[in-house]
């Protein structure tokens, strides 16, 4: 299995613009995670899916930030407008409800920066 | 406030020696409890679990302790290798909930 795969690993907008991080699941997994990462705040989760339905966003900033889950092999992240403070290493994981429940597989991550 | 903490920001171990990682946390409705370790430009990478259920778990090197009375966990890596230099994340829910709270992490570095 191809793991989680995240793209862009890397992104660099300027602030104000649109960004839209990509996620694709492992194959089979019916949980979905969004992570950020920053020196200050740490790992946090933003939102998580259950069959393609959020089921947890109180983690999400504020408003610019939006995901979706269209189907079971693909997620998007958007932030709009970005801002500076947006910049950290967005992750992506997922999980299966079996026996290995609370293993959540991670992404290699995109690092985003706003100038 | 930070919820689970792990006071040592860093640890350097000796190849072949104990490494023990601990983890605090203040929330009383935690009942599950995870490591991850994470290598540099990777994501983190699950390693062991345990329920409030137990107070220990084993998994080849790598054993998680868990005192409930004190809200304190710990990981033992025995022995400790070169390849285990990484951040070590620990990771806590409650209900048996997917939504995690994870600590700042520690960084160990095990000499050779």
């Known amino acids: 299995d191809a793991g989680v795969i995240q793209s862009p690993r890397h992104e660099v907008t300027e602030m104000g613009q649109e960004v839209t991080l990509r996620c694709k699941p492992i194959s089979g997994h019916d949980y979905l995670f969004w992570y950020r990462q920053t020196m200050m705040r740490g790992l946090e989760l933003l939102i998580y899916?259950?069959?393609?339905?959020?089921?947890?966003d109180s983690g999400m900033p504020e408003d610019r930030f939006s995901a979706k889950m269209p189907n079971a092999s693909f997620s998007t992240l958007k932030i709009q407008p970005s801002e500076p403070r947006d910049s950290a290493v967005y992750f992506c994981?997922?999980?299966?409800?079996?026996?290995?429940?609370?293993?959540?597989?991670f992404g290699p991550g995109t690092r985003l920066t706003v100038t | 406030d930070q919820q689970v903490k792990q006071n040592s920001p860093s640890l350097s171990v000796q190849e072949g020696r104990i490494s023990i990682l601990n983890c605090d946390y203040t929330n009383s409705m935690f009942d599950y409890f995870l490591w991850y370790k994470k290598y540099p430009a990777e994501g983190p990478t699950f390693l062991i679990s345990?329920?409030?259920?137990?107070d220990k778990n084993e998994d080849g090197r790598f054993t998680v302790f868990l005192n409930k009375s004190a809200k304190h966990l710990s990981l033992h890596i025995v022995p400790s290798q070169p390849g285990d230099s990484a951040v070590y994340f620990c990771?806590?829910?409650?209900?048996?909930?997917?939504?995690?709270?994870f600590g700042p992490g520690t960084r160990l570095s095990v000499l050779p």
């Open positions: 899916f259950n069959n393609n339905v959020p089921i947890d």
């Open positions: 990771a806590a829910s409650g209900n048996y909930g997917q939504n995690f709270v």
């Open positions: 345990i329920s409030s259920i137990k």
């Open positions: 994981a997922s999980s299966l409800r079996d026996t290995d429940f609370y293993e959540q597989y």
